[in-house]
């Protein structure tokens, strides 16, 4: 299931002032869990579209009961989207990484979380695929502690 969801105004080529009819938008993945550290990763996302003028590919593994605060989020942010659930929730990091490609995407934004000192020896294997694997850049974050 994927649905598109475009606001703002027309992208411009950079230089000209005018609108780009070749020019392809600006893309930022993402993977979105309800968890701390998924719920992090949108924000961010959302705040590096705005500031670059891009649209967010929203990539989730969310249940379906879920959905629909994560579409009244992304509306009420004003920034282009599109919402993209996980063909195979087994295999997040692949999901990813695959749209990324798809898309052309600038970045691909992960959440991760917070370790034990015993933990932080290890980084999670979903993490550390899209780390090694994507071919684009990789932005991760954390979410903030309570």
Do not use: W
């Not at 989730?60 to 063909?87: C, F, M, T, W, Y």
Request: hydrophobic share 45%.
């Amino acid at each position: 299931m994927s649905e598109t969801q475009q606001t703002g105004s027309p992208r411009t080529s950079p230089g000209t002032g005018t609108s780009g009819a070749a020019a392809a938008p600006r893309v930022i993945v993402v993977g979105y869990s309800s968890k701390p550290e998924g719920r992090a990763a949108l924000a961010r996302a959302l705040t590096e579209a705005r500031a670059r003028n891009a649209e967010v590919v929203v990539v989730h593994s969310s249940p379906d009961s879920e959905l629909a605060g994560l579409r009244a989020e992304l509306a009420a942010s004003g920034v282009p989207h599109e919402i993209k659930e996980a063909a195979d929730a087994l295999d997040p990091a692949e999901e990813l990484i695959t749209t990324a490609d798809a898309r052309a995407a600038e970045f691909i934004v992960i959440g991760l979380r917070r370790r034990s000192p015993v933990g932080k020896l290890l980084l999670g294997s979903n993490a550390q695929r899209v780390l090694l694997d994507a071919a684009c850049p990789v932005l991760a974050v954390k979410a903030e502690t309570v």
